[in-house]
């Protein structure tokens, strides 16, 4: 006991202040700890990469990956106290089984590497990890966090569509002090990919490498003004690229013997700071769009940043049936903004809060419009607790390009299995399958198949 004693009041003499041993109570009592397993076989095929065959065969468009990764989440509680403390950490590892780059076969020109950093000679590392703490403040029903943070808001949202998930660096303030209001400010200062150990600077896609930015402002608020209504807005200010604004509507609405949720988005982006004026995009900040990067006077664009992005989408629920129906339109001369990892070549990998941000493309192209077709079905309803089954299908048209209007599709197909009881419940299995035909981009069939558990420490 005086030990422990004694290893308290050193803490607390180390970070100035004066705690009891009870003041930690909640900050053990209340931690709680798990590591995620995600094994993840992920493969990419670019139709249009498999023109030749023998020694001129190109395989720039395909990759085929297998890797195994573990994810400590450790978040603690607060203090005891007016002002209480706590500390949140996690560690990220990503090991290769098979793939990757190069990955050591000689002759075979392969892409980078889609979940693995690369070595210098091309070919995929063995592994790699990444390790973040978060430091806490909590005073009434506001907290303060500054260190790591993933946060998933409309106007930025970590991905976590690898094997590891995307991590970002700086501080967030959010406060619930006023009932059914959730008002939430931060600053984003560094990011690292989702195939990376190193904290890079932010970006968005089309900016030139070395154009960058290490300040990204946000905020906003989300008001639950029934239990069957949403409203938010959110602001994000991309320091000498863009400012942006969203708001939104999310409603459920019981109908006969189902619900209806409606789900309305509107963003609208500008530029800011170097992305404004000639020069600075002459220098690299740049946003992309139909224009490409041409600034030689061609008469489409500059590449300065100009969206406006809306979408309505709709979802009938009923005895395990999910039927949606959606549409988005993207106005303006860029296409649709939002932070990207960076401006170095393989870090990218950001998530659009768009309704059409699916498994492959975004369908936020200069110009496109795009209807959406979804529908899903719980087998609960059936008997089979824990399968679930999911298609989508997407039509964009109306694309900008220096060449006239172009068109793409994309159907999704996902099926997932989790284990409901005995000895590895919570196991899961997914199978993600994925088809782009494109005017705008390379056409691409993709499959990622995932086993996930998560198992609790504490």
Do not use: C
């Amino acid at each position: 006991m005086r030990k422990t004693s004694l290893a308290l009041a050193v803490a607390a003499s180390t970070l100035g202040l004066s705690l009891s041993q009870a003041a930690f109570a909640d900050f053990i009592g209340d931690s709680k700890a798990s590591i995620s397993m995600r094994n993840f076989y992920f493969d990419n095929d670019n139709r249009e990469s498999q023109g030749d065959v023998g020694v001129n065969a190109s395989h720039t468009g395909q990759v085929r990956e297998w890797g195994q990764a573990f994810q400590l989440n450790y978040t603690s509680g607060f203090t005891d106290g007016t002002v209480g403390f706590g500390m949140d950490a996690l560690g990220l590892v990503g090991v290769r089984l098979d793939g990757g780059g190069r990955a050591g076969k000689a002759g075979i020109d392969r892409t980078p590497s889609a979940l693995f950093p690369l070595e210098s000679n091309g070919s995929a590392v063995d592994d790699f990890s990444s390790m973040g703490l978060t430091g806490k403040i909590r005073v009434s029903k506001t907290v303060a966090q500054i260190g790591t943070l993933q946060p998933k808001l409309p106007v930025v949202t970590f991905n976590d569509g690898r094997l590891i998930p995307q991590t970002f660096e700086g501080a967030q303030i959010t406060s619930n002090e006023i009932d059914n209001l959730t008002v939430i400010l931060g600053q984003l200062e560094h990011a690292k990919g989702r195939t990376s150990s190193n904290a890079e600077s932010l970006a968005v896609a089309g900016a030139r490498v070395g154009a960058d930015s290490n300040k990204f402002y946000y905020g906003g608020a989300d008001y639950k003004v029934n239990p069957d209504l949403l409203l938010q807005y959110y602001y994000g200010n991309l320091d000498d690229f863009y400012k942006q604004h969203f708001v939104g509507l999310v409603h459920n609405l019981q109908l006969g013997a189902g619900s209806l949720k409606t789900d309305l988005r509107y963003f609208d982006t500008g530029s800011d700071g170097k992305n404004s004026g000639a020069a600075g995009r002459a220098d690299g900040y740049l946003g992309s769009g139909y224009y490409g990067r041409n600034l030689a006077g061609n008469g489409i664009t500059t590449g300065e940043i100009d969206n406006r992005t809306w979408s309505a989408f709709f979802t009938y629920s009923l005895e395990g049936h999910a039927l949606s129906a959606g549409y988005q339109q993207v106005s303006g001369d860029s296409n649709f903004i939002q932070l990207n990892q960076g401006s170095i070549p393989g870090q990218g990998g950001a998530t659009t809060y768009l309704v059409t941000d699916r498994q492959i493309t975004n369908f936020g192209r200069a110009g496109e419009r795009t209807w959406i077709g979804q529908y899903g079905y719980d087998f609960a309803k059936v008997g089979v607790p824990g399968l679930t089954a999911n298609v989508l299908y997407m039509k964009g048209d109306n694309i900008k390009s220096a060449g006239g209007d172009l068109e793409e599709w994309e159907r999704d197909l996902t099926v997932s299995y989790v284990l409901q009881e005995g000895s590895f419940k919570g196991l899961g299995f997914a199978w993600r399958n994925a088809s782009l035909r494109s005017e705008a981009a390379a056409d691409t069939d993709q499959n990622r198949l995932i086993v996930s558990y998560t198992l609790p420490l504490l």
